[in-house]
Structure formats: structure tokens, C-alpha cells
């Protein structure tokens, strides 16, 4: 409801934390934790999106009408992309590398740019074989999914050309470590920074950016 009075412009809704270290959750845990969410901002005015990698939550949430399935899975998830493909609903397919339990451990690229962008113009093909027009479609990098500093650093140099994708781009970068560390501040200090970040993201093209401050 805060994020609605501050002019949010879609509420992203999700019931298993993915960051670094992050335990996962059952099918069940997670269902009883958003239905109820989804349930009540049924009517709330602007479109709701499932932030889900489980395929029974995905088609819970098309169920009752969510307008976007956001993924960090990129729909690797059995049945995920049929589930998808057979719905009306916009898919945001993100790039990890590793599991969110794992993957801060040991990430490792060549080209961190170049294998990011190869992974999700190879996720948006499957998608559009599998019977999801690329008008259906956004692209996100997954800053801090299975990425060192640097590797987030070289990602959003290149958001100009990751933006020039036939895609639209998500950025997700507000209160991220990679901020952090580019400030020093702690988590609840980096509103600034996430501020900018989110208008140098705008400015490089990026079509969506998820915020937790919306009104700054």
C-alpha cells in the first residue's frame, strides 16, 4: 500500500529471498506466503508481478492474474516455459550463475558482458520457440546474481549496449552490496546511491527499474 501512495508504476511480489546466502523455500511455504498478497491487491490499479522461479507459483499467480512472471531462473524450471506460453502474462528472464545458496562463493567469466548478453538473447529464442512473442519480453542482467564487484561493475558500464538488445531492459540495483561497496555505506544508508544508479541506468536505456524507494 506505501509503494502504491508513492506512484509505484508495477508491484513486484515474491515470497522466497534470493539474495546471497539465502535458504530456499518449499512450493507451499512460498504459495502461502504470496496468494494472500496477490489475493488482496486484486484491484489495486496498476499491475502486479509474480517474482517467482517455481512453476506452481507462476501458474498460482497467472491464476489470479498477475500481469508479469519475473524469473531469475529465465524459466529454466521444468514446465516453466509452457507455463508461461500458455498464458497471456509478460516474462522478465534474468541471468544468475549458480544458486542464490552458492553463488556469491566462487563466480567466474571470460567475458562476464559477453556470456551475460549470450545467455539471455538464448532465453528469449527459447522462449519465442516455445510460443511467447518477443513483445512479451524483458531482459534482466541479475546484478549481484553470481557476480564479483567487478563483474557487476564491467555489466552496468555496458547497460548502453545490454539496452540496444531487441529487448526491453530491467535493472535491479537499489541497496545492492555492489553499492556498498562502491560507497562504503551499510544497507539502510545507500538510498542515494541507489538513486543514482537507477537515473544512470535510465539514461543508458533501461526500460524498468525495480526500486525500493519509489517516492526519491
Known sequence: QALLAQGADILDIGGESTRPNAPSVSVQEELDRVLPVLEALQGCGIPLSIDTRKTAVMQAAIALGVYMVNDISALEEDGALQAVADSRVGV????????????????????????????????????????IAAQRLVLDVGFGFGKTYAHNQAL?????????????????????????????????????????????????????????????
Request: with cysteine; hydrophobic share 50%.
Open 92 to 131: 522478465c528472464l534474468m541471468h544468475k550463475q549458480g544458486d542464490p545458496s552458492t553463488m556469491q562463493q566462487a563466480p567466474v567469466y571470460i567475458d562476464v558482458v559477453q556470456e551475460v548478453q549470450d545467455y539471455l538473447l538464448a532465453r528469449a529464442q527459447m522462449a519465442q520457440a516455445a510460443g
Open 156 to 216: 552496468f558500464k555496458a547497460l548502453p549496449r545490454l539496452c540496444a538488445l531487441p529487448y526491453p531492459m530491467l535493472v535491479g540495483v537499489s541497496r545492492k552490496s555492489m553499492l556498498g561497496e562502491a560507497t562504503g555505506k551499510p544497507v539502510q544508508e545507500r538510498q542515494a546511491a541507489s538513486v543514482a544508479a537507477a537515473l544512470l541506468a535510465v539514461q543508458a536505456g533501461a526500460a524498468i527499474v525495480r526500486v525500493h524507494d519509489v517516492d526519491v
